[in-house]
């Protein structure tokens, strides 16, 4: 079982950036890939980025690409997704979710999710 625990979101300007943290408990760390999805309202829930368990690989969606960056920590056991350049567009709920295995981006393939964070970015 994974425990997962979002935190950092909040409302910024467009432009602005923000950091998310996701803190994992539960299972050893290294061992699972961690992403961040989305979900707006009357929209579907996307794929954001993911990392691989040794933060070796990164994958991003391409309307974030150049603005986001994943990360790890797995001595801390904790994940994080900075924000930069902020558009209202990527208003939403920000999820942290895990899995076992390789990189994927479908959300059917992760196993444990966080409860979510809310961003919100004005024009």
């Known amino acids: 079982q994974v425990e997962l625990v979002e935190s950092g979101g909040g409302l910024v300007q467009a432009g602005g950036s923000l950091r998310l943290s996701c803190a994992s408990s539960g299972s050893i760390f290294s061992s699972y890939v961690i992403a961040w999805f989305r979900h707006a309202p009357g929209k579907e829930r996307e794929f954001v980025a993911g990392?691989?368990?040794?933060?070796?690989?990164?994958s991003y969606a391409d309307s974030v690409k150049g603005r986001f960056t994943i990360s790890r920590d797995n001595a801390k056991d904790t994940a994080s997704l900075q924000m930069n350049s902020l558009k209202p567009e990527d208003t939403a709920v920000y999820y942290c979710?895990?899995?076992?295995?390789?990189?994927?981006?479908?959300?059917?393939?992760?196993?444990?999710w966080g409860q979510g964070t809310q961003v919100t970015v004005s024009s």
């Open positions: 979710a895990s899995t076992f295995g390789p990189l994927v981006e479908q959300d059917e393939r992760f196993d444990y």
């Open positions: 990392i691989s368990g040794s933060g070796s690989s990164t």
